[in-house]
């Protein structure tokens, strides 16, 4: 009985032990195989990022670049790179990179877009010559100039913590102290950095002009002839009448003057509408924007425009001219309430932007949009002499060529800045702008990566 016995436990053992020994060999093997897939897993995402990276890379060196690349052996494994353009008229284009080895892939897509101006809080190739940053003025979001930086009393510039992000303040210059640094040195809330060159396109609005022929709304150059009847000096004259000198005396005589002038266009923004008309007392057309402007630009060809309202969708506005904000121009959905808003306007002037001189903009102004002046400023009509008009509130950015003034200041007996005539300003960057921009708004050379999805 004992050996039976013995040899009873013999065998269980061994067969605990057998599947013991089967439970951790295929523990073990698919271990080995976890590891397996996990390597390949990961040189395949390695390859793709790779891919990814050599794609930007060439956009980055020829925007015109869409070869891709077709089974570029790397590290032994293979990738093949694709370009797709998503939206040709703003140049949006799609890098989709597939990395394999062997037998696993992973795909990584890129989207690209030129560069915008409209990423900048604020922008200026000339600083104006005497204008200052002064302790009242703060500006929040990406700042450059091409010009010296003149600061007063500790301007502050950059303050990206409130969003999580690092917004860059360059100049292409020096920075200026009014007395010294002690008094004046401005607080820099983000990196900072002179001798950064970052010129102004010779024409930013072509693309737009572009854009607005081919599903745009393009207002053809249009003008306005009157005919009026001014009275017209004859001088006297001497005649020799049957031998002897007649004086016939001076005489006034109505005669017709016509005069020919290019119109001015007002545009009014109600939510997903806009009204149209071509002059102060001209009849107003209503459209659907979507309907007239399916890609979003309004542009007035030749002429000075004339804007207010509020904007629902995403659009801009362009004239040859001159654009007067005649009263507020503000979202449908403000995107510091609801960070989800599409809403997005582009306001693009040949020459400047102006705050009209008018009862509706003398008690604070309210401005959404990313600002462009090719050649001129943004500045208020009458800065000097209009009555104090209380603030500026942008939310969005300011381009422009020449700094413009908005208002006038002086310091009053305990040391306190006040104004004498026009704004205040308040701007408040629209940190959508860093990935987000209006149609066609003028490009800055170069591209940016809008999205990297693994």
Known sequence: MIGKAALLLVIGFSVLFLMFGHTFNSVSNQSVDNYVDYFNETEAHSLAHSGANLGANAVFMNSNWTTGYSNLH??????????QILNASQNIRQITSVGSYDG???????ILAPSRFSEYAYYSVSEGGSIWWTGKDTVYGPFHTQDNLRVYKHPVFGDGQKDNLQYTTDIKGNLIYYNNKYQDAPTLLGPFQTGVDKPLPNDGLQPLRDAAANGGFEIQQSSTTTTTMVDEYVPGSWQRVHGRWKYTPGYYQQVPTTTTSLDTVYVTFVKDSVQIKMGYSKPTTTYKTSEIAPDGVIYAQGMDLRLQGTVQGNYSVVSDGNIYLDGDIVYNTNPNTNPNSTDLLGIVAQNNVIMTDNAANHNNINIDAAIYCQNGSFTAQNYDTRPP?????????????????????????????????????????????????????????GFQIVSWKD
């Not at 696993?104 to 890129?110: A, C, E, G, I, R």
């Not at 800045?417 to 209006?438: A, C, Q, T, W």
Request: no cysteine; aromatic share 10%; proline share 4%.
């Open 389 to 445: 008009s209380g603030n500026i509130n942008l939310l969005g950015g300011i381009t422009q060529n020449i700094r413009g003034a908005v208002g006038t200041f002086s310091t009053n007996w305990s040391g306190q800045e006040v104004i004498d005539s026009g704004f205040n300003k308040i701007y408040r960057y629209d940190k959508r702008l860093k990935h987000m921009f209006p149609p066609a708004f003028p490009t800055a050379g």
């Open 104 to 110: 696993t892939s992973d795909t990584v897509q890129v």
């Open 74 to 83: 790397l590290n032994g494994g293979v990738i093949n790179v694709s370009v």
